[in-house]
């Protein structure tokens, strides 16, 4: 599979998990992502790291509910490839792409 495939499922993942603490607060996450971190809604695949910072920002603390949430579903999307317990948020992200789309690792290369 392709990366961009990975990316649209990633987004959607993403949206999922946003979407159970409501569609007005999913919106309204949206836009502090954009106006506070310059993270765009449709880039948010791009800069997952700066979403992540983000979330983190906003939430504090709660933020790993969500990140779980959001792992969760990757997890459904891209057919169960990684399951989701010891990682980081970016790291599982990272991991679950390079799985999906059959990348390796710059030290797997060496």
């Not at 880039?43 to 983000?54: C, L, N």
């Not at 980081?88 to 290369?109: D, I, N, P, Q």
Request: aromatic share 12%.
């Amino acid at each position: 599979m392709s990366k961009r495939d990975f990316d649209k499922l990633l987004f959607e993942a993403i949206d999922a998990g946003l979407s159970s603490i409501g569609e007005s607060s999913k919106q309204a996450i949206y836009f502090h992502l954009k106006k506070g971190f310059n993270v765009k809604k449709h880039e948010i695949p791009y800069k997952i790291e700066d979403f992540a910072h983000g979330i983190e920002r906003i939430f504090g603390p709660g933020a790993d509910f969500l990140e779980i949430l959001i792992m969760k579903n990757l997890y459904e999307k891209v057919g169960h490839l990684l399951e989701p317990k010891d990682f980081v948020f970016t790291e599982y992200v990272a991991a679950t792409m390079r799985s999906f789309t059959g990348e390796k690792k710059a030290e797997e290369l060496v």
